[in-house]
Structure formats: structure tokens, C-alpha cells
T-cell receptor, first 117, second 112 residues
Framework: DARVTQTPRHKVTEMGQEVTMRCQPI?????VFWYRQTMMQGLELLAY????????DSGMPKDRFSAEMPDATLATLKIQPSEPRDSAVYFC???????????????FGEGSRLTVL | DQQVKQNSPSLSVQEGRISILNCDYT??????FLWYKKYPAEGPTFLIS?????DKNEDGRFTVFLNKSAKHLSLHIVPSQPGDSAVYFC???????????FGTGTRLQVFP
């Protein structure tokens, strides 16, 4: 049963600490997205990749957030330094680029709940 | 700038009745629209989609309607069931970017 895997599921850290969230996309998918769920913004797009190349990270606070795909099986989202306002649930999703069969549908992981004290 | 808006944060419907969830968008470049359902402590899951060449798409109890001139789409669930209680997200994309933009979500509660 193919699924997107995210780690950690929960993270509690103190302000100023570095946080790294990891995602294993579904094998064969060529797009990977990072979203953040907040009450006010809903699912807020932070960054996305196609064929491991970053296409858009305009939703991320550049000074503290970074997203990478070191290989096709791993995507990372790093926050350094973390702040209390970063507390949220972070979702990774993978899919097929639009124009191919099943395009547009994203498969989400279960999320990483981050609490920054 | 919220390009996809769901103005009703919550909706309560009796079991067996119709649930109608609404979504508005501002970007005229959007031509592909999806609905996702999210249960607590889980990731969103795909429910139904529609492309801009259609105005209706139906899948069992779920129907999505698209009104391009009004930049509005809606999800109809009939009959509603208690298991439909979840948060529903509307999402939009354009074919040339595959960047999926989500709304703020509507929490649906179906009561017996």
C-alpha cells in the first residue's frame, strides 16, 4: 500500500532550536509539496519540487526555512532557528505533474505536528 | 492574498440531508479544481475533481459543480452520513504550473 511517510509525527522543541522534518514520497511520483496547516490560512503552500528541482518556495520565510530533495526518496524541511509562531502541522504530499494520468491528485502524509515553546 | 476562499468555516447538517460546501477563487488562470477531505490526525485525502471544461462531475454521493463565470464551485453530498463529518478543503491549480492552492477549509458535522 503506497503512501507518503513523514517523520517525526510529533516534535516539541524550544525556541531557537533547529527542526528538521522528513518525507518519503510515493515511489514514481515526480512532484513533492510541503504544506503547513494553520487555522487562519488553512493549508498554506510552503514549497514544491518537480523531478527534485525546487519550483516555488515563495510561501516560505526564507530567512529561517529551507526545503531540499537530496534524492528521489527524501524531501526535507528545515527550520533554523525555530520560533513559537512556527507551531503548526506540516504536511508533505506527492503526486504526478499535471498532464499525466491521475495528474493533480496529491497524496498526503499524516503530518508532523510541531510545537515550539 | 487568499486565492481560494471557503467563507464558511463550519456547517452542520442532519443525516440524510444534503450538504453543500462552497468555494470561491480569484485567479482566472485556475482550470483544475479538487476537493479533499481531512479527518483529525490524518492527512487530507482526495475526494473528487473537476476540470474547467466541465461544469459538473459526479461520483456516487458526491457531486462538484463549477461556475466559471462566477469563479465558484461547490461540493454536494447527498445523502449526508455521519462518516462524512470532517474538514473539507477546496483546491485549485492551473495546468501550466501544477501548484495546488488550498482554501481554509470547512468543517462539516453530520448529526443523526
Amino acid at each position: 500500500d503506497a503512501r507518503v511517510t513523514q517523520t517525526p509525527r510529533h516534535k516539541v522543541t524550544e525556541m531557537g532550536q533547529e527542526v528538521t522534518m522528513r518525507c518519503q514520497p510515493i515511489l514514481g511520483h515526480n512532484t513533492v509539496f510541503w504544506y503547513r496547516q494553520t487555522m487562519m490560512q488553512g493549508l498554506e503552500l510552503l514549497a514544491y519540487f518537480r523531478n527534485r528541482a525546487p519550483l516555488d518556495d515563495s510561501g516560505m520565510p526564507k530567512d529561517r526555512f529551507s526545503a531540499e530533495m537530496p534524492d528521489a526518496t527524501l524531501a526535507t524541511l528545515k527550520i533554523q532557528p525555530s520560533e513559537p509562531r512556527d507551531s503548526a502541522v506540516y504536511f508533505c504530499a506527492s503526486g504526478l505533474a499535471l498532464g499525466t494520468s491521475g495528474a493533480g491528485e496529491l497524496f498526503f502524509g499524516e503530518g508532523s505536528r510541531l510545537t515550539v515553546l | 492574498d487568499q486565492q481560494v476562499k471557503q467563507n464558511s468555516p463550519s456547517l452542520s447538517v442532519q443525516e440524510g440531508r444534503i450538504s453543500i460546501l462552497n468555494c470561491d477563487y480569484t485567479n482566472s488562470m485556475f482550470d483544475y479544481f479538487l476537493w479533499y477531505k481531512k479527518y483529525p490526525a490524518e492527512g487530507p485525502t482526495f475526494l473528487i475533481s473537476i476540470s474547467s471544461i466541465k461544469d459538473k462531475n459526479e461520483d456516487g454521493r458526491f457531486t462538484v459543480f463549477l461556475n466559471k463565470s462566477a469563479k465558484h464551485l461547490s461540493l454536494h453530498i447527498v445523502p449526508s452520513q455521519p462518516g462524512d463529518s470532517a474538514v473539507y478543503f477546496c483546491a485549485a491549480a492551473s495546468w501550466n504550473t501544477d501548484k495546488l492552492i488550498f482554501g481554509t477549509g470547512t468543517r462539516l458535522q453530520v448529526f443523526p
